[in-house]
């Protein structure tokens, strides 16, 4: 079975701190993961993905997450937050076999406090 | 072009109207999916095409319909909404179904009234 945990359904930050978000994930098969933003009544932006490759990923905007397969996450960070990050976040695990096999976290809204 | 189109960006429409939401995407991409997201909650699949078939319906009402008239569009068509199915239609297109991340558009605000 499949699933995919956001661990907090807000996250609040002062602009120019460290932006955490936690995703953990479970997978029977080797999971291809990614993390998408959405601002308000906008579509979901791809901000990274880790398919089986380097552990430690780059994304846009500043964003990595790193895979860390012992502890089943996928947890998003940026060393420095701008107003521009407050948004909803969603951490999405697809799996290789099935054709319904994206399956979403519940989100993480962040707030930037100026 | 790495763009998901969609078409109107917001639509309101009443109970016993017929509407159509347009999705088009020029990336080559083989497989496309329509998603409705209610406030605060995230995407919801209902239909999946793949090679421009029918691959996956999630048990969505009949009135909702998918078309999907070439490799390029993706339509759904509307007819007899409630007003329940208020949300934020979503259609994403991917290289493929397996091990490919999937590209959003913008959405379509629809109001059923």
């Known amino acids: 079975a499949q699933s995919v945990t956001q661990l907090d359904s807000h996250v609040s930050v002062s602009e120019g701190t460290p932006v955490l978000l936690r995703c953990n994930y479970s997978?029977?098969?080797?999971?291809?993961l990614f993390w998408y933003v959405q601002h308000p009544n906008k579509g979901l932006q791809l901000l990274l993905k880790?398919?089986?490759?380097?552990?430690l990923v780059k994304g846009i905007n500043g964003f990595e997450a790193e895979f860390k397969k012992s502890e089943t996450s996928f947890h998003l960070t940026k060393p420095s937050a701008h107003m521009s990050d407050a948004a909803e976040y969603f951490c999405?695990?697809?799996?290789?076999?099935?054709?319904?096999?994206?399956?979403f976290g519940t989100g993480t809204r962040l707030t930037v406090i100026p | 072009d790495t763009e998901v189109t969609q078409t109107p960006k917001h639509l309101v429409m009443g109970m016993t109207n017929k509407k159509s939401l347009k999705c088009e995407q020029h990336?080559?991409?083989?497989?496309m999916y329509w998603y409705k997201q209610k406030a605060k909650k995230p995407p919801e699949l209902m239909f999946v095409?793949?090679?421009?078939?029918?691959?996956i319906n999630e048990s969505v009402p009949s009135r909702f319909s998918p078309e999907c008239p070439n490799s390029s569009l993706l339509n759904l068509h509307l007819h007899a909404l409630q007003p329940e199915d208020s949300a934020l239609y979503l259609c994403?297109?991917?290289?493929?179904?397996?091990?490919?991340?999937?590209?959003f558009g913008q959405g379509t605000r629809l109001t059923v009234v």
């Open positions: 095409y793949s090679y421009e078939k029918l691959s």
């Open positions: 880790y398919t089986s490759a380097a552990t």
């Open positions: 994403a297109s991917s290289q493929g179904i397996v091990n490919t991340e999937a590209f």
């Open positions: 997978s029977s098969y080797s999971p291809s």
């Open positions: 999405v695990v697809k799996v290789k076999s099935g054709a319904n096999n994206l399956f």
């Open positions: 990336m080559g991409h083989r497989a």
